[in-house]
């Protein structure tokens, strides 16, 4: 099974900041089937990010992902009050089955 | 666009059968391509593919619960479901439904919390 692993586990930033969010995979992902999802208290995740660098609908282009193979990263350009949560990445390269990585919380510095 | 709403018992004695329905609008749970999932979620910890049924009938469950999972689909309803048998307190989760054209979820049910309790 592929293993992700995010970190930082916990990035405390101002809103105005960038966030720099990794994450780690344990095989290479062939075609880069990675994702990112946010999670606030209380919501279920919210898709962000596909295919390692596509925003999803909707979703405003302060939020961007990069990367291939085994490291890809998620970046918040400038931090909004609403993008302070838990973030997550999933890879759905190796069918069947998918993963979720543990997760890095955003939090307000 | 397609939204999804789980309902079902939020209280399930050990041992019991914990069952959930995921209801589908604004779209055909008969439409080609898509994987209907269901996912966990522990209080205050990350997130577990149960499993998902493909559109053409396939299916796959996660190893670690494999024994004890069952989805399916009920095509006259526009609802899949969920069963985990012989659940215990470490069942004690949010389950959530969701659905995307890759084994990808990209759209959510809002959760249901189930809680394994005599």
């Known amino acids: 099974d592929i293993v992700l692993t995010q970190s930082p586990g916990t990035l405390s930033l101002s809103p105005g900041e960038r966030a720099t969010l990794s994450c780690r995979a344990s095989?290479?992902?062939?075609?880069?089937?990675l994702a990112w999802y946010q999670q606030k208290p209380g919501q279920a995740p919210r898709l962000l990010i596909y295919a390692a660098s596509s925003r999803a609908t909707g979703i405003p282009d302060r939020f961007s992902g990069s990367g291939s193979g085994t490291d890809f990263t998620l970046t918040i350009s400038r931090l909004e009050p609403e993008d302070f949560a838990v973030y997550y990445c999933?890879?759905?390269?190796?069918?069947?089955?998918?993963?979720f990585g543990q997760g890095t919380k955003l939090e307000i510095k | 666009q397609v939204q999804l709403h789980e309902s079902g018992p939020g209280l399930v004695k050990p041992s019991q059968t914990l069952s959930l329905t995921c209801t589908v609008s604004?779209?055909?749970?008969?439409?080609?391509?898509?994987?209907w999932s269901w996912i966990r979620q522990h209080p205050g910890k990350g997130l577990e593919c149960i499993g998902y049924i493909y559109y053409r009938g396939s299916s796959y469950y996660n190893p670690s619960l494999m024994s004890r999972v069952t989805i399916s689909v009920d095509t006259s309803k526009n609802q899949f479901s969920l069963k985990l048998s012989s659940v215990t307190v470490a069942d004690t989760a949010v389950y959530y439904c969701?659905?995307?054209?890759?084994?990808?979820?990209?759209?959510w049910g809002q959760g249901s919390l189930v809680t394994v309790s005599s």
């Open positions: 095989q290479s992902l062939r075609s880069s089937y």
């Open positions: 604004g779209g055909s749970i008969s439409s080609g391509g898509y994987y």
């Open positions: 999933q890879q759905y390269d190796r069918s069947p089955g998918y993963t």
């Open positions: 969701a659905t995307g054209l890759n084994p990808r979820p990209d759209y």
